[in-house]
């Protein structure tokens, strides 16, 4: 018997207290805006020398790789892109250069939150283009397309222009990489309660 009242007891004070407090409705209104982000070249950056070897990959390669990612802040409110660079000498001394950059690269206007990031027909990018490795076998810049080849998840890079060897001492000075983005929309969402 006492199970019962205490039940009945405790359920009357609930009903008393939605007496005491009516429910309030509450809404979220949501505004989608789609910011339109033209190509985008990114100027040569040149990795530091590494300290390994003497500063001239002398024809010997260097071993080259590249990549570029975009990355969300911990709130989805702005994007930064990185770009890394790691070059080595193939024989000899091992000559090395190796590093990485971040470029701003989008803020959403106050009370926006990314949402995603697509190419101008709508295929989601992806974000991070994954090592494109070969090796240089002159003195001239190379053009790279990007290392993913996804026709439904393209790339967000268009191309690297690599500088690896060139005539005399070039790690830390000349070897370095330009990069640039591909044309991308940044889908961002506004919610306010009213």
């Not at 000559?95 to 190419?119: E, K, L, M, N």
């Amino acid at each position: 018997m006492r199970k019962r009242t205490l039940a009945v007891t405790v359920a009357a004070v609930a009903m008393a207290s939605l007496a005491v407090a009516p429910a309030t409705a509450s809404t979220s209104v949501c505004t989608d805006r789609t910011f339109s982000i033209s190509e985008r070249t990114f100027g040569k950056y040149v990795p530091p020398w590494t300290g390994v070897g003497d500063k001239d990959f002398d024809g010997h390669g260097p071993r080259v790789q590249v990549w570029g990612r975009l990355r969300y802040n911990t709130a989805h409110t702005s994007l930064v892109f990185w770009i890394t660079m790691k070059a080595r000498e193939t024989k000899s001394d091992w000559t090395a250069v190796d590093g990485t950059r971040s470029y701003a690269f989008f803020t959403a206007p106050s009370g926006y939150v990314i949402q995603s990031v697509t190419d101008p027909i709508g295929r989601t990018l992806t974000l991070v283009d994954y090592s494109r490795i070969y090796v240089d076998d002159d003195h001239s810049d190379d053009v790279l397309g990007p290392a993913i080849n996804d026709p439904a998840h393209p790339s967000l890079v268009q191309s690297y222009r690599v500088t690896g060897d060139t005539e005399g001492n070039e790690a830390g000075t000349r070897s370095g990489v330009t990069t640039t983005t591909r044309s991308m929309e940044i889908h961002a969402r506004k919610c306010t309660t009213t």
